[in-house]
């Protein structure tokens, strides 16, 4: 089973920049569909972003929509996430996940151990 | 945005209980429900996808059921590794979705 590993997280100031990123353990990453999840103690577990299998499809939740940027590089095996225009609300642990598909079922099956962000002054 | 409603948000039980969590989502979903479990300072893990089947590799003693609004997941003879929290995610919208806000299971 592919593993993802989690990196970049940091405490920023508010407006700052910070670049994610999540490395697959095999090859085979680079055709799955991955999104980036984040969880706070307040709001909970919530979706931030997708990128589809091919590479060729992006998503964003509403509230993160024109300051982050999720990408991969193939070469590497890892997905990344840039986030620009920090705010404090984005402060939490974030982590990628791979969704699989079955029998017409989206879920998603393997996680990162989670990175955390924390957008300060 | 498709609301969902775990209830009770915390419960109390013993090892060989037997625990129902339920989440409603505010439209139906079909069967486009997920359920996962989360230890404190791990990552989630998948244990139930389409309402009722159960991921790999997770005990029979873990069961889904439901469809549209509503939605159960059951935890027959509690065990002791069971104390966690656990979490409804909806796949009806895929790749957006959405989870709930977590039962969290602890010891009486």
């Known amino acids: 089973e592919v593993q993802l590993v989690e990196s970049g997280g940091a405490l920023v100031q508010p407006g700052g920049s910070l670049r994610l990123s999540c490395a697959g353990s095999?090859?085979?990453?680079?055709?799955?569909?991955l999104s980036w999840l984040r969880q706070t103690p307040g709001k909970g577990l919530e979706w931030v972003s997708a990128?589809?299998?091919?590479?060729?499809?992006?998503y964003y939740a509403d509230s993160v929509k024109g300051r982050f940027t999720i990408s991969r590089d193939t070469s590497k095996n890892t997905l990344f996430l840039q986030m620009n225009s920090l705010r404090a609300e984005d402060s939490a642990v974030y982590y990628c996940?791979?969704?699989?598909?079955?029998?017409?079922?989206?879920?998603?099956?393997?996680w990162g151990q989670g990175t955390l962000v924390t957008v300060s002054a | 945005d498709i609301q969902m409603t775990q209830s009770p948000s915390s419960l109390s039980a013993s090892v060989g209980d037997t625990v129902i969590i339920t989440c409603r989502t505010s439209?139906?979903?079909?069967?486009?429900l997920n359920w996962y479990e989360q230890k404190p300072g791990e990552a989630p893990k998948l244990l139930i996808y389409?309402?009722?089947t159960l991921h790999t590799g997770v005990p029979s003693r873990f069961s889904g059921g439901g469809s549209g609004t509503d939605f159960t997941l059951t935890i027959s003879r509690l065990q002791p590794e069971d104390f966690a929290t656990y979490y409804c995610?909806?796949?009806?919208?895929?790749?957006?979705?959405?989870f709930g806000g977590g039962t969290k299971v602890e010891v009486k």
């Open positions: 996940a791979k969704r699989m598909f079955a029998s017409g079922d989206d879920a998603f099956d393997v």
């Open positions: 095999e090859s085979s990453f680079n055709t799955f569909a």
């Open positions: 990128l589809s299998g091919s590479g060729s499809t992006t």
């Open positions: 439209e139906s979903i079909g069967s486009y």
């Open positions: 389409g309402a009722s």
């Open positions: 995610q909806q796949s009806y919208t895929t790749p957006r979705s959405g």
